[in-house]
C-alpha cells in the first residue's frame, strides 16, 4: 500500500502549482478593496480559462469515455491549488459538486448533454442543496419541485451556493410537494441563472470573496422537463455521492493550505533571529515545526486512502468523512500553531498567515460540519443506540 504520488501524479501537481503560480500570483483576498462587486469582478478568470486548458475540469471517474482522469487526479489538483492560495484552490472546486451529480446522479444522455460544455469551459454549473433551515438537517429541505404538464415549477430559497455569480446555471436540489420521506421524492434540476423568477443576493464572506457564495431564491421557476438531471424523485443517492467527494476536496484542499502554511513557518523560523540565532534553532520552535510536518503526512495518508478507495469503486463514507473531519481540524491547529512561531508578525494584515484562520474555520463547515461527520463514524463504531 503506498499513496505517495507517482511520477504523473507528481507531474500533475507542478503542473497546477504553476498555472496558479502564473495566474493568479496574488490572492485577490490579499487585496485592500473591501467593496463587494469588486472583490467578485476580482473572479480569476485567467486561472480557470488555464484550468480548462489543463484538462483538468473534466468529470471524476470518467473512464467510460476514455478519459484517464481518476477522483485522485482531481483531489490532487485540489491540493495544489491550495497550496498556491485558497482562492485558486475555490476556483478549482466552487463547480465541481454539480460534475460529481452529472457523473454519478444522472443518465448517460444527460451526462452527454451537460458534460462537454463544462469541460471545454464553455458552460459553469453551481450546485444548490442546503437552505437557510436545512443547513446539517438535508430532511428539512423546503424547496418544492411541482410538477406540470411540461416540466416542473420550482419554490424555495437556496444559500451557500458557492460560485453562483459566476455560473450559467445552478443544479438545484428540491423535494417532492408533500412527501414526508426525502429520500425517495429528491429531484435535481438544471436550472439556468436568467430563468425567471430566479434571483440572487451576494453572501458576503470573510475570505474567498472573489468566487463567493449567494443565496438563490426561486420564485415560481418553471424549468422543463429536460432540465431535470437523473430520474424524478430518485436523486437523493447521487446528492449524496457529491457531498462525500466535496469532502474529499476539501480534505485535500486543506492538505494544500496547510503545506502553504508550513512553508511559511520555516521560512521564518529561519530568518527570524533573535538571541543570536534563528528562531528555528529554539527547540520549542523545532518540535512545533516538526509536528506541524507529522500531521501533515497524516493528512495526505487519510486523504488519498479515501480518494484510492473511490477510484476502485469501494463505498468509503466513512473514510471520506475521517479525512474531512482529522484534516480540517488539523489544520486550524496548523495555522496556531504557524502564527504563533511567526509572533507580532501574526497579527499585520497582509502577513503570509493573515487570513488563514479564517480559510481554516471555514473548511470545518464547507462540505458539512465535523461535528455531524462525527455523529456518522460514530454510527460505524456499532456502540448501539
Ligand atoms: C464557503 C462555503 C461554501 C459552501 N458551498 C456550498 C455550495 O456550493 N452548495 C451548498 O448547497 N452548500 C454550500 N455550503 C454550505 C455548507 O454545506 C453548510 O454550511 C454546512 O452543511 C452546515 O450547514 P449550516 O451552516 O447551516 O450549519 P448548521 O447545520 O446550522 O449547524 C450549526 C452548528 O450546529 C451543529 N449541529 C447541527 N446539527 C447537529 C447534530 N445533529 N449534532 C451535533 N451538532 C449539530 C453543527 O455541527 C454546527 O456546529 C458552503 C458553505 C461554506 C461555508
Known sequence: ??????????????????????????????????????????YPEALYQAMVDAGVLELPGNEDDGSAWENTSTFITAE???????????TYIWGKPAAAFLQWGCTPEQKERWRPDLVAGK?????????????????????????????YVLNGDKSYVMGAAHADHIAVVARAPNDANIREATSVFMVPVDAPGLSMENMELTVGRSVGCAEVHLDDVKVG?????GEENEGWGGVMIANGHSRLLVSAGAVGLARNVLASALEYARDRQQFGRPIGRFQAISHRLAEMATEIEA????????????????????????????????????VMSAQKIMGGRACLRNGPTSR???????????GGTNEVLNTYIKKCLDLGQ
Open 1 to 42: 500500500m503506498d499513496f505517495e504520488f507517482n511520477s504523473q501524479q507528481e507531474a500533475l501537481y507542478n503542473r497546477i502549482t504553476d498555472l496558479c503560480r502564473q495566474h493568479l500570483p496574488e490572492d485577490p483576498d490579499q487585496s485592500p478593496e473591501k467593496n463587494k462587486d469588486a472583490a467578485l469582478e476580482a
Open 80 to 90: 495544489a491549488a491550495a497550496a498556491s492560495s485558497y482562492t485558486a484552490m475555490l
Open 123 to 151: 458552460a459553469r454549473y453551481a450546485f444548490a442543496l442546503i437552505e437557510p433551515e436545512a443547513g446539517s438537517d438535508l430532511t428539512a429541505l423546503g424547496c418544492v419541485a411541482e410538477p406540470t404538464a411540461d416540466g
Open 225 to 229: 422537463k429536460d432540465q431535470l438531471l
Open 299 to 334: 493528512m495526505h495518508l487519510l486523504t488519498y486512502q479515501a480518494a484510492s478507495l473511490t477510484d476502485k469503486g469501494d463505498i468509503a463514507d466513512k473514510q471520506i468523512a475521517m479525512a474531512k473531519v482529522y484534516c480540517s481540524q488539523k489544520l486550524s491547529e496548523i
Open 356 to 366: 488563514k484562520l479564517d480559510e481554516a474555520m471555514i473548511t470545518l463547515f464547507h
